[in-house]
């Protein structure tokens, strides 16, 4: 019998405990995975903060310690990871408990995955390429429990981590199944503290996330309808989100379109993440907020191979117009959002495109577009960025 389905590998995410105020069951779900004396990693934003303070507090009551380690840059790399497998060693830890933004999230990953591996074994040895993360002691990986506190990367249901080589500016995806969270805590409250601009950036980054995925060619019917129902979320609660912080509902509908993206992105990402990718590498942007940036013009540079699915998206999200309807409703968000007009606005330089093209040509992210990139269209891309 001849068949054009191919064969796929899929995988699912893993407990979620979603809901507002659950961040009080921390400790309950450390000792569920038989966490004793877990290390607690977060961003040094918020390391100073109440929220921070209380989950701390209640792992403590626990008799589970309060051991933190903060020293976490916006776009981490390996000398945060080699200071945070020095904590995690020094004070005898059993677990990671990942709490915060993206930044955070991937670096505790990293923290859990390499603290116990043999000497030899390079970080980098387990970047994201065909079956490199069986190089890797599956044994010795550390249990995680994710608690994030934006809307955005979704890293808390991911099985990899993005780490900044601080010596070639280059962001690499590490990857290994075990990177999974064991548990992962959805508590929205958590986010109303967000500063407007990373409410702004995040959520942009999940709608990146549910587009690039519901556009990429690959076959995967699952991710494709978490895809669609994500954007749905995101349109419809994100400027809620930004302009009134406390509505706890937009914050949910926002906590769980994260989570979505993230899902939905195995099927695949495209040029938004491949041009971000390298720019806030080299520039240290926002890595959302530059995936708003570059959002409308990818739209247009892929419009050959997706209009007829955009239609079918806006019909779903009431969107009127098509492709063209969908496109305004972009650039509405991110005028309601106040994201930067173009690159240059956030400080990209023309006399660095060559050298970015040539990073978003090597960024995984670029197999997954609807057209294929190549030096010419990548480079006019990048003009049309700025």
Known sequence: MSHSVPNRNWSYPTAIKFGVGRISELAEHCRSVGLKKPLFVTD????ALPITAAALDGLEKAGLGRAL???VDPNPNEGNMAAGIKAYKAGGHDGVICFGGGSALDLGKMIALMAGQKPGLSVWDLEDVDDWYTRADAAKIAPIIAVPTTAGTGSEVGRAGVLTNS?????????????????????????????KFITAGTG??????????????FYHPMSQG??????????GNLVKAYRNPGDLDARAHMMSAAA??????QKGLGAIHSLSHPVGAVYNTHHGTTNAVVMPMVLEFNRPAIEDRIKAAAAYLGIDGGFAGFHDQIMELRTALSIPENLSAMGVQYGDLDMLTDMAL??????GNP?????????KLFDACM
Do not use: Q, W
């Open 167 to 195: 010596a070639t500016h280059k962001k690499k995806i590490i990857f290994h199944p075990k990177l999974m969270p064991a548990v992962t805590i959805c508590d929205p409250a958590l986010t109303v503290g967000m500063p």
């Open 260 to 265: 979505m993206g993230a899902v939905a992105f």
């Open 362 to 367: 090597e960024d995984p992210s670029c197999g």
């Open 226 to 235: 978490i895809a669609l129902e994500g954007m749905r979320l995101v349109f």
């Open 204 to 217: 942009m980054d999940a709608l990146a996330h549910c587009l690039e995925a519901y556009c990429s060619p």
């Open 44 to 47: 040094k934003a918020l390391a």
């Open 371 to 379: 057209i294929a990139m190549t030096k010419a269209n990548t480079r």
């Open 69 to 71: 380690f903060s020293e």
